[in-house]
């Protein structure tokens, strides 16, 4: 940390500074430059010091040099994490397309998408039976039900299964149904929750908050590696800024920055990023072209009649148009699809 | 809901939107403008409509009329909602001062706070016995042990006691020990913690999300509301935009467009809202001056060892000179100090 | 147009409403709702509008209809708009590479660098004359020098010149010089300016502003294209945000909405969109395949010594990298790169 | 500056960045720290350098110490800048408020307008001759006819005028009838315009720009101090956000902010901050006991037929009850009212 004095600090507020520097266990480092002088911190530096050391008197502002994720970090852990169910490799380099309805509603309809998710050349099957909703009176999702629904749906199609958990409560129940616990946008700093998947023994793919700073979210995620699960998946989905002819802001630049801050495999998720369907494509393009691992994509066989969301979902030919365009660009780039994660039920029972 | 059909519409298009809408049950009304058509929807609306319209063919976009928050509005509950602690009473024109420190470290550093609090003009007690901290690696707080040392310091003050609830599995447990249950801005939209606080009989204070629009926080409120806890309190703590010369923004114009929307009382928090000390002061008086119903300010008796936010801390001697430049700007408005909310320790167990 | 009434209005106030409409010479059409009425407005709707009905009592809020620009719209104008100079199309679907330094310096350096442009595989060059700077104390650039050594380098390696005008008073000095004038983002809202490169006779590259919506965009296009310059090229470089890791946030669901919402050609500038060199890459890849009809590139010979933005400048090998890969991505797509815009000095001459 | 190593620089690069270091004219200063080395980089330190050091193999950041305005800041220069107007002072404690039209119409509805604004104790008349206008059909202002009406306004009423000036070429003629230049929001980074206005004699209010740091608009305020002209006033006037309920939001953190790092003067908009009249009386007063010198408001006898921006204007009545109440939380806070420019005619051309 770099202590920034005032312009007009004191001989005598300088030494004090240096002093209480020292007191905190830290050795402290003068420096005086033609404007102003600087005190550079050194030691185990934590983050509360900032604050801590921005309330001496004749203190400008104190700067902080170290990055406050460890695990999450490249510099730290240079190679690759990848995230394996099965034969399915996600952070390897391959493409992995996960699509499905928003919400699970019923068993009939969920199975028809999932069919067509697989037909279409997905690998993995996306559902909510926990909704999050801005609005107490909209639907909310099928809880267990909806898990047993996606169960049945993986089962008769060999996708593995990815959906969301909302509560720490429910932690150990979504984890007997799902192949991947999915933490929400608005539970990226839910500490509470991120405590829970990081000891449920699956992997988790955290989306980044809709005002998540790229630090922030990286630190969510150490809090999951913190518990030793590191199997963690970065999803970006969108920002919110001042622009409202979309959804959200797609933040593309996260993409390839993320894969250089940190060794966790990224996903986009151009759904809800865009909040609609003609701009999953480009937008779904776009984010595997910089870098990402793979796509998170709503589909839904008859959008018009989905139970939420349903303006940003993508038609079963829509979800094949995109997974093929996928695929020739994956292959320009000298990239191959994954694979699926299993070979067959019996494959998938023995995992 | 006004469904806006795209400029090159065919009437074949048209009239199938308005097939559309009456099969799900509303009454259409077209109108024919200069350059395009609309067709207007009547009927019992939900929100989820919007985005099931929007993926008609032919359809440019679908415009919400009617606002999606019933028991947070105004239109519908035109009289101010009054919370009450005793005698104190939140909302009722009366300016309420809570001060304390940001974590709850000590019993003796706890207490010698409060007692500033309370000889500087304070009505409420607030410290985190739970803390949201970006980092896994900061201090989160004395859990249980806090809760407990906040009560000792409501017993030796007289100071009812506001203190943050972050996990749905703990807020009965902080309902034993808390006068008013806060959300932070992190869990706004942490739905199933509003849940469990709309059944835990104790008045709320729901801080706005960094990123909630002012209708995601009424909806928020609304949550609460809905389980039929009528005690809200809304607080506006600062909004993350694109300016880093401080912590957050404070949306100063939320103060009176909210008290206009909802009858629910509003206070301020000029501490997260500015993350400087000596921005602390202006922007308080500019949130009572605005409307606010009273401020959430954190205290500190010796800032520079606070364990967390000391940057944003007011000294005792600081926080004395608020309370009384507060009391100052209310008596010229023509509004008064709250009133404690009880006269003695007696009186404070027989409530 | 249409009003919304509170949900309280009286109908005495519903009455003076649509009277007021009818007094400004408009048809009015009531429509009773569950909760509200409303009234839609018929006629040839001025923005203004909005705002002189906001206040009349009773009324909660007036939405707009239709969309304000009209020369811009794809509704009005279906047919992509093309740029020519000399061979070289700008918006005909192939892909087009402006490369060159962010400020002109001296006539050798920008020599060397406009050949290395040209020989990795670029169509035009890009350089500052005249830079907008946040300090008056930073190099501003070098004006007509700065200019005369642009077309120095255009006459050296046929490369078409584009450049920023920033005042007024230059545009027809910068329009002597350049082959394609360039807006800058924070000249986005300047009115007057636009106006006169409306009347230039020249292409004009228009800038996104940082905090422009595309709405904005749009409009200022139509500032430009109402004074009869229909050669307006739009360029998305990035928008402010609360996110710091990256300078500003690149908005890739621009390219794909804009385009479905115009006929007009968009670049994508991923250079000023990042300020980081190695983002440029990947993320005008991700422009590239979301529909951007080409990339405007800072690229340096040396860029530690660039007289501005050496962070975000490729070097000659990286920007030869760039075109080459976004030449095997537009392949992979069906799209060709663009051709040069004269075989030679004397077809340009000629031109 | 603060040159930042990546954690795994080798002693190579380490050297080789102090190298350039050096080699650039500036001292180096190495410190090792636990987890990184960083470089003090000490001398005359200009803003290009962050960039051009950033580029260097090994460097993870650079960090700039100093800060970038000089003329504008209160480290360097103390004392409040108080603008004069014949007796009128603005900065010098007491409370100014400017009120008018938005547009200048017709002179009848001027005059009425100006003699409202006096009659209520208002000491200034604001109104726009030029109109920055989203759109190229709204009406753009009267342009020297607007002037014209001001100037009789001003004879008529004693009221010194304020008008904005949008043109570099139009500072001329504007400064000949305004008593002070006004740089609007969307200006606030046209740097030929404020290199003019700081050679123009005139006092310049300089408003905020809707996505401009506290920074930027000092460095803007710079460029005019620059240039002799020491008469800068700051406007805020609310910045864009997520929120899209008000115009803009109002950033009252930036005024004791700004007060505190600047000497110069803040008056706040609260028209253009909240967008909506029964806004503009809170956030005004929050303004003003916030800090700021005093207030710009938009007022119109007849608001529903104002050219623009009605919804945000108030009526004589609702302009009076502000500056009554202004004045009443002015006292309260031990400051006074200001005074009227010119005691007549005679004073003001004798002046």
């Known amino acids: 940390m770099i202590v920034v004095m005032s312009a007009g600090a004191t001989e005598e507020q300088i030494l004090s500074a240096q002093k209480a520097i020292r007191a905190l266990g830290f050795k402290d480092h003068r420096i005086g430059g033609e404007e102003r002088t600087v005190v550079a911190v050194l030691g185990h530096i934590y983050p509360e010091l900032q604050d801590e050391l921005g309330t001496i008197d004749g203190v ?3 700067v902080r040099i170290s990055k406050p994720f ?3 970090s490249r510099e730290v852990h240079p190679h690759n994490t990848v995230v394996r169910i099965g034969n399915l490799a996600i952070g390897d380099g391959s493409v992995v397309m996960m699509g499905g309805p928003c919400s699970v509603d019923t068993e009939e309809n969920v ?6 998710v697989k037909a279409g050349g997905g690998h993995l099957l996306r559902g909510g039976a926990y909704k999050p909703r801005s609005s107490p009176y909209a639907f909310r999702g099928h809880g267990e039900k909806g898990l047993q629904i996606l169960a049945t749906a993986r089962e008769a199609t060999g996708l593995p299964v990815i959906t969301e958990v909302m509560d720490a409560r429910d932690v150990d129940l979504v984890a007997r149904y799902a192949d991947i616990l999915q933490i929400g946008a608005r539970n990226m700093q839910n500490f509470t929750l991120l405590d829970e998947v990081g000891k449920a023994g699956r ?3 955290l989306k980044r908050g809709l005002s998540g700073t790229i630090e922030e979210w990286l630190l969510a995620a150490e809090y999951i590696l913190s518990h030793g699960n590191r199997d963690v998946i970065l999803c ?3 920002i919110r800024t001042f622009e409202t002819a979309t959804r959200n802001t797609f933040d593309v630049n996260a993409i390839p920055l993320v894969k250089r801050l940190s060794h966790l495999p990224v996903i986009g998720d151009p759904s809800h990023a865009t909040g609609k369907w003609y701009l999953v494509e480009p937008v779904g393009l776009a984010a595997v072209v910089s870098g990402a691992d793979g796509l998170i994509v ?4 008859n959008p018009d009649h ?4 349903g303006a940003q979902s993508l038609t079963p030919e829509n979800w094949k148009k995109l997974v093929d365009k996928t695929a020739v660009i994956a292959a320009a780039m000298g990239r191959s699809m994954a694979v699926d994660a299993w070979e067959n039920e019996a494959a998938r029972k023995a995992s």
């Open 298 to 301: 709503e589909v839904h066989p």
């Open 70 to 72: 460890k695990l999450a």
């Open 236 to 238: 970006e989905r969108g």
């Open 203 to 205: 992997p988790v793919l």
């Open 111 to 116: 199975l028809e998408c999932a069919h067509a």
């Open 60 to 62: 400008d502002s104190v």
């Open 306 to 309: 989905a139970l939420s969301d």
